[in-house]
Nanobody, 126 residues
């Protein structure tokens, strides 16, 4: 059965950077579309980045464009989310999610995804 495990969350100072990892097991990453979501304290879950299979197609929420970069390594069965210039409002539990590839683009809507990880906590504070 497909499982997703996130890692890389940490306490970071404002302006710092972080790389989150989403490791997929029980399936081959090449056949799956992956997205990252976050849920801040008292906030609704929101999609921040997604990526489809090769040729890679990615998309980002407007609020993170230019600071978040999603990338996939099919050989490692892992998707990464690089976050730079972290701000206190970026603190959240970050989740990755997967769905079998159906379209030549990816979605930031949570109802499109069937598999979810447990999340990794990102805190931003000086």
């Amino acid at each position: 059965q497909l499982q997703l495990v996130e890692s890389g969350g940490a306490l970071v100072q404002p302006g710092g950077s972080l790389r989150l990892s989403c490791a997929l097991s029980g399936a081959t990453l090449d056949y799956y579309e992956i997205a990252w979501f976050r849920r801040g304290s008292g906030k609704e879950r929101e999609g921040v980045a997604c990526i489809n299979r090769e040729p890679d197609t990615s998309d980002y929420a407007d609020s993170v464009k230019g600071r978040y970069t999603i990338a996939r390594d099919n050989a490692e069965n892992t998707v990464y989310l690089q976050i730079s210039n972290l701000k206190p409002e970026n603190a959240a539990v970050y989740y990755c999610a997967a769905t079998f590839v159906r379209f030549p683009y990816c979605s930031l809507w949570s109802d499109q995804y069937n598999y979810w990880g447990q999340g990794t906590q990102v805190n931003v504070s000086s």
